[in-house]
């Protein structure tokens, strides 16, 4: 495959990017302070406070039957061994086990090392983490150096990208660092005062610091958004827009997201020019392999139909979703005083509690996760039995991404929704 980093005559890293005026820069990134408070106070990251009028879906869109599902298991035309990859980016794939890419990291490979902007509609599970992360840090080794900026919507997905890079770059020298809201912002200050290859980031958290003067966006000549859509659902658009504005002219953007709204053309285009679009599924986006069910019940009732249902021994691993932080918290108070092990996640936890907790339910500690929607997409846990809904979600494609964190891996999933009568 062609593996070089030259984009044409308006593209490419800039030499004057390698040094801050004032002295050299250490070898392994940039990062730097600068920038003025934009208008408006600071704002954390995490959940934002809903305002929008509870209307659930229809029940009947929250009904089927699964569909086994095939061919879903992409076959790659090559291994990251053919391709013109570092050898130290080699070694570090294979003792990560990785040995031959995804769909979209086989497609968009070539795009994304000839600089080209990226639009790529892929959901959790298809690699799309990797389809940026390989091709960058292929390039760190190769080229010189530069910043690459990743913005994501929650906690959980900015930590996930930060591991994998930390992952794939095993051996080298290069480093990162997850600036995100539920931790001490005097630990991320005194962290930026050295230079870093990647930053990934909550919108909110990289407000509250760029309008502090201790992040200069300019310093990252590529950015990535991922979870797009998600942001969008977030309320982070205006966030994501001035930061982006911030960083100036960039050699580089690119921008994931699991859906594509036509409204949202125009806000696409102001961070695109000309891109090259990528299109993949991992199988889950439709929930067609998940048997998805309703249960009508009493409002006065919920709690203790929850409870019986969590006596059914089938139910091993169950994630159940609510819609706001306070019913999270009434849910998960009633299961842990029936002496059902379960834990909670919501933008009231700080992050360190957060990631506890999803720890304590990828080892089995807990037998349920109680959460808010900001863990209905980039989380990425293998054999979650059954996603319940113990509220109906007021929008679809927010309810398609919850049940999706079941049924990964080509099995079949159960996701059963409560209806008021």
């Known amino acids: ?44 990251g995490g959940d934002r406070r809903s305002t929008h009028v509870y209307k659930p879906i229809d029940a009947h869109l929250m009904v089927h039957e699964a569909v086994p599902m095939k061919d879903v298991t992409y076959v790659s035309e090559t291994k990251y061994d053919d391709w013109d990859l570092h050898p130290k980016l080699k070694i570090a794939l294979r003792a990560a086990g990785f040995k031959a890419p995804t769909e979209i990291q086989e497609k968009a490979f070539s795009a994304i090392v000839q600089l080209k902007d990226i639009m790529g509609i892929a959901t959790t599970g298809t690699g ?18 530069f910043q690459t900026l990743v913005l994501a919507p929650t906690r959980e997905l900015a930590l996930q990208i930060e591991q994998e890079f930390i992952t794939l770059t095993k051996g080298m020298t290069f480093t ?18 050295r230079d870093y290859d990647l930053i990934v980031a909550t919108p909110g958290r990289l407000k509250d610091l760029h309008g502090q003067g201790k992040i200069d966006l300019k310093e990252a000549s590529v950015l990535i958004l991922d979870e797009f859509d998600r942001m969008l659902d977030m309320g982070f658009q205006k966030d994501v827009v001035f930061l982006a504005d911030q960083m100036g002219q ?49 409002p006065e009732n919920k709690l203790d139909e929850l409870v019986r249902l969590m006596r059914e021994p089938e ?39 957060r990631q506890k907790a999803l720890d304590d339910f990828k080892r089995g500690k807990i037998r349920a996760l109680c959460a808010t929607d900001v863990a209905a997409r980039g989380l990425d846990i293998d054999d979650v039995t059954h996603v319940i809904n113990f509220e109906a979600p007021t929008d679809y494609d927010v309810y398609i991404h919850r049940v999706g964190r079941t049924g990964r891996a080509g099995k079949t999933g159960e996701a059963i929704t409560f209806v008021d009568k």
């Not at 799309?128 to 150096?145: N, Q, R």
């Not at 699991?258 to 949202?264: C, E, F, G, R, V």
């Open 1 to 44: 495959m062609e593996n070089s980093r030259s984009g044409g005559a308006t593209k490419g890293r800039p030499a004057n990017r390698r040094n801050k005026p004032g002295g050299s820069r250490p070898a392994g990134g940039r990062n730097g302070g600068g920038g003025s408070r934009p208008s408006g106070g600071p704002r954390g």
């Open 128 to 145: 799309k983490t990797g389809a940026f992360l390989i091709p960058i840090i292929d390039a760190l080794l190769k080229d010189e150096p």
């Open 176 to 193: 990162s660092l997850t600036l995100i809201g539920g931790r001490n912002i005097n630990t991320d200050i005194q962290k930026l005062k």
């Open 250 to 298: 960039r050699d580089q953007t690119m921008l994931f997201s699991a859906t594509l709204d036509k409204s949202q053309q125009k806000l696409i285009d102001h961070f695109l020019t000309d891109p090259v679009t990528f299109k993949v599924s991992s199988g889950e986006a439709s929930a067609e392999h998940i048997n998805q069910t309703v249960r009508y019940v009493d």
């Open 315 to 353: 139910l091993k691993r169950v994630l159940i979703f609510a819609e706001t932080k306070h019913r999270v918290k009434k849910v998960t108070k009633k299961l842990q005083q029936e002496g059902i092990p379960a834990d909670e996640i919501h933008g009231n936890k700080s992050q360190n509690y």
